[in-house]
Each structure stands twice: as structure tokens, then as C-alpha cells.
């Protein structure tokens, strides 16, 4: 865990640009990791990029490149490195050998954020044992400071092949006992769901820090915590929501991200479940983010990967308010274009396709909130209607 009071660090951010991603678009991936880094009170003082076709096996730079940021971390006393992707075991252990600095690739990092940021011991767990499953592959002579930064099991002094093999018997054992405790939690979770009837449910869904929090407090009249930061909410959170005498559960979930790690997807299968059994998602979408059709993207991605993508959904553009076109000649058109144009222009654009399964709206300036109410009522009493075809009188 994090002292929060310590003397912030420094890192420098390392991407690359290939024939799959653009220099636009990496620029793009290493502000969301500054935004990232910052979340654990790390300062970015310099970014690295290069043009390869694909990683280096070895150092995932190249070795010219390698030696420039060495230098530069030398010189201005930078303490982490951190990649945009994510390092094999190998490329750790090589890049540790060469600059003998903290590392962090973006999987990494996701993970720490999501430990600083759990509070329940279903968060805990889930979190303790994506972690663990990240870093078996990765112990080495040199994966000492991984564990002394993330508060884990203490380490032994020396080195040494027996060492290694010791640290990777006891996180296989680590592993183990989070399953297991992990699936109790899994099965008391299920009965909690299953206890709550046939009410429609609800699940908010969306891109880290889009306004989900915020947007379940406005309907619910409840006390989420809500805060301006990435993975503010990890716990799944269960509120009865009534429009019109008509009952409703709405869950608040944790928030998507690109390149989420496939380790946090397998331990958060009791999270994400709230979303596979809900019957209405809400996928809230920061429109005045300047990538929003990306991020809009990515979490329909992530939908369709736990077989949520077909489920009754209204688009809900939040936080219109800060929405601001870009000026004609900032930078050069791309194909989404849109940026230029005003929130009016915009709404003729693909979003038109979506009919009455989109509205825009401003959670944090409560506008056209009652709109969006009639929206989710409309759609949760069709659901109801066919579950209590004589309780017309709710109506």
C-alpha cells in the first residue's frame, strides 16, 4: 500500500508507435497512463516514444532508445519507468538488469490502482489474487522491489534459483487460498442476487471516471462515493431506484479501461456478473472527454467479451456541460471529425442511429435528469410487464 504522505515519486512513460497504433493515438494511450500514474501519486516529468514495427523481444525499445531514457533517469533522478503495454517476464528481467529502476508496464500499474483503491474484503481478495497471478511468471533474481512496493509477502535475503523456486511455491499456495476464499464470496454474492426477486435491475456501465457514481446518487438520492479519479469505485453497489411506483434495482460497477488485464477480468467474474444478469444497461459516456467515441468503444468491447453486448441499453452522454468543441485547425482531422463541431451538430452524427435509446445529460448540473427517469421507466416497465402481467395497476 501507498503512503499517501511520502514524498511524491517521479517516472517517465514509454510507448511505441506502430503500424497498429499512430503517434496520435499513443500520445492519446500515455496521457490516460499519466492520468493513471498520478492516481497513485506518481508525478510524469517526461514521455519516450518510438516508431517500430513490433516491440523488441528483448527490452521492448530498441537499444538506442533504451540508452536515451537511461540517460535521461540518471540525470534527473527518475525513480519508476512505466510502459504502455505490457512486459513479458524476459523484457522485465533484461530492462531491470540495464536501468535498475522501479518498473511498472500498464497492467501492472491498473493493478496497484485497484489495490490502493479497494475497501471491502471482496475487492481485497479479487484484487490480491489478480496481482498474484501477474506476478508468478515474473519472479526473478532481480523481482525484489515488486513486492516491497505493493506491500506483499517480505523477501529473503540472497539470490538464487532455490530462492525463486521457494517465492514461487509459496504464491502458488497465495493463489490457491484466494480461489478458493474468493469462491465463497463468489456463491454468497450469487444468493444475494438471486434473493432479490424479479425486479428489474439495472447495471451502470461506462469508461473509469465517466460519471457513473455521480449519476447513481442523482437517481437513488443515495451517498456513493464519487471522486474526480480513475477506479473511484471498485464494490459493486446495489440501490433501490423507483420511478412512478415502479420498483427497480440499479447496480453502480466498476469502470472499464483499454487493455484492462485479463487478470482482473477473471477475478472480478462476481462484479461482472451484476452486469450479465442485469436486464437494462445504462452505459454512461463522458462526452466532453476528447476520446469518448474510443472509450465508447473499448466498453462496448469489454460488453460483448462477458455477453452483455445484447442487452436493452440507453446511451447516456453525460456531462454536456463541459463539453467543448475543439477549434477548426487545433490539430488535423481524423476520422472522428465530430470534435470540431457544436453539441447540437454532433447529435446528428452516429449518435442519431441510436433513436430513443440515447440522451444527453449533465449529472453533476442535474440537466434534463427527469428525461433520462422517463427513459429508464418506459424501458423497465416493458421488462415488468412481461414478468406481472396483472400488476397493470402500478401504472
Known amino acids: 500500500m501507498f503512503d499517501t504522505a511520502a514524498v511524491r515519486e517521479t517516472a517517465v512513460l514509454v510507448g511505441l508507435v506502430t503500424p497498429q497504433q499512430n503517434a496520435e493515438k499513443v500520445q492519446e494511450y500515455l496521457d490516460e497512463l ?9 508525478d510524469t516529468v517526461k514521455s519516450f516514444t518510438q516508431g517500430v514495427q513490433k516491440p523488441d523481444v528483448k527490452t521492448f525499445v530498441g537499444k538506442g532508445k533504451l540508452e536515451e531514457i537511461q540517460t535521461y533517469i540518471k540525470e534527473n533522478g527518475v525513480n519508476i519507468i512505466i510502459f504502455d503495454d505490457d512486459l513479458s517476464p524476459s523484457q522485465l528481467r533484461n530492462i531491470e538488469r540495464e536501468l535498475n529502476i522501479k518498473i511498472y508496464d ?41 513486492e516491497r512496493q505493493r506491500g506483499g509477502t517480505s523477501t529473503r535475503g540472497g539470490s538464487g534459483e532455490k530462492e525463486i523456486e521457494t517465492d514461487r511455491r509459496d504464491i ?28 428489474v435491475r439495472i447495471a451502470l456501465v461506462g469508461y473509469t471516471n465517466v460519471g457513473k457514481s455521480t449519476l447513481m446518487n442523482l437517481l437513488t438520492k443515495s451517498e456513493v462515493f464519487a471522486e474526480n ?40 467474474k462476481s462484479t461482472l456478473d451484476e452486469v450479465r444478469e ?28 462477458i455477453d452483455s453486448a445484447d442487452k436493452p441499453t440507453i446511451v447516456v452522454f453525460n456531462k454536456i456541460d463541459a463539453y467543448k468543441p475543439i477549434p477548426e485547425g487545433e490539430f488535423d482531422y481524423t476520422e472522428e471529425g465530430e470534435h470540431h463541431v457544436s453539441l447540437e451538430d454532433l447529435k446528428t452524427t452516429w449518435m442519431a442511429e441510436l433513436n430513443d435509446r440515447c440522451i444527453f445529460i449533465s449529472a453533476q448540473e442535474k440537466d434534463n435528469i427527469p428525461k ?11 421488462i415488468h410487464a412481461t414478468r406481472f402481467p396483472y400488476h397493470d395497476f402500478l401504472y
Open 34 to 42: 499519466e492520468f493513471l500514474a498520478k492516481t497513485i501519486h506518481i
Open 106 to 146: 500498464r497492467s501492472l500499474l491498473i493493478l496497484d490502482i485497484f489495490q490502493f483503491r479497494a475497501q471491502t474484503a471482496q475487492a481485497k481478495t479479487q484484487v490480491e489474487l489478480a496481482r498474484s497471478k501477474y506476478l508468478l511468471p515474473r519472479l526473478t533474481r532481480l523481482w525484489t522491489h515488486l
Open 172 to 199: 502458488r499456495k497465495k493463489i490457491s487460498v484466494l480461489e478458493k476464499k474468493l469462491q465463497l464470496i463468489d456463491k454468497q454474492m450469487y444468493t444475494q442476487r438471486q434473493n432479490r426477486g424479479k425486479l
Open 229 to 268: 479519479k480513475l477506479f473511484a469505485t471498485l464494490d459493486t453497489t446495489v440501490r433501490k431506484l423507483v420511478i412512478n411506483n415502479l420498483p427497480t434495482l440499479i447496480t453502480d460497477t466498476v469502470g472499464f479501461i483499454r487493455k484492462l488485464p485479463t487478470q482482473l477480468v477473471e477475478s472480478f
Open 278 to 305: 442485469a436486464d437494462v444497461l445504462l452505459h454512461v459516456i463522458d462526452i466532453s472527454h476528447p476520446t469518448f467515441e474510443d472509450q465508447y468503444h473499448t466498453v462496448n468491447r469489454i460488453l460483448a467479451e
Open 372 to 382: 433520462l427517469r422517463e427513459d429508464i421507466y418506459a424501458l423497465a416497465k416493458s
